[in-house]
C-alpha cells in the first residue's frame, strides 16, 4: 500500500474566502512515521484565480477545471490525480485537527477497513465550538450497517466531508457521484454497504458553519429529498445485486 495520503480539495472561488484557513490546517498535521501526505486542490472555475496564492504551500498540487462543473466532478478530477492509497476529504472552508492522520490511517492496517473518519465539531462564526453526540458507538462498523440505520432513523448517521477512504475503492465505485446534493453520502452509502469501516472517538475536523455555505443555499435545501432518493436506489440496487450474485453462486 502507497505512504501517502491524498487530501481531495474542490475549491469554489465566489466561496473560497477560508481556502487559507483550510492551508494551514493541512500544513499543520501531524503526519503517521512512514508516510507523506500531498494536498490536491482542484479549483471548479474558468480561471487559475488560486493558483499563485497556493504555490509556496509545500505539500499543494493545485489544478484549474477551466469551467465550473460542480462539486462531484471538481473531486474525480483531483482523484485522478492522487498518488496515495488513502483519500482523505476536506472542504475548502473546513479544518482538518493535527491529529486528523495520526488518528484515522492505523485504521487501514487492516484490509478488511475501506472506510473511516474521526468525530467533528461545529465551528461557529465567532470561533468557538459546538460538539454533538454521534449516533454510532466508537469503533468497526460492519458493512450494511450505516444503511439500515438511516433506513430506521430516516437520517444519514456519519458526517461524510471528512472522510477517510480507500482510492481504489472510491474509484471503483465511481468517486463522487452526480447527485442535486448529499453527493457524498451517496458515496458512502453504496461503500459501507459492501465494506466495513471505523468510527474514532476522537474529534479530528472542524464543519465550519458560516452564512455563504451551500448547505444554506435555497436550491440545495429544495433538492433534499432527490438526493436521498438517489441514495435509497443505490443502496437497493447494491443489495438486489448481491443477493442475486450469492444465489448464482449457491
Partial sequence: MSTTVSIVTALYPPASGFVEAARDSVEGLEVPPGWQVEWLVQEDGPEPSWERRLARSPRVRYECNGARLGVSTTRNLALRRARGSLVQVLDHDDLLLPSALSAVVPAFDSPAVHWA?????????????????????????????????????????????GLMLRTETLRAFGGWIATPRSE?????????ELYAGVLFPEVTWLYRQWPGQTRREPQWLSRGNQGMEIVAQRVSAIRSLTRSRRSEDA
Fill in 117 to 161: 473518519t474521526g468525530q467533528a465539531d461545529d465551528l461557529l462564526p465567532d470561533g468557538s465550538r459546538r460538539a454533538f453526540p454521534p449516533d454510532l458507538p466508537a469503533g468497526l462498523v460492519p458493512p450494511g450497517a450505516l444503511n439500515a440505520f438511516a433506513a430506521r432513523e430516516g437520517r444519514f448517521p456519519v458526517h461524510c466531508a
Fill in 184 to 192: 457524498d453520502v451517496a458515496t458512502l452509502a453504496g461503500i459501507s
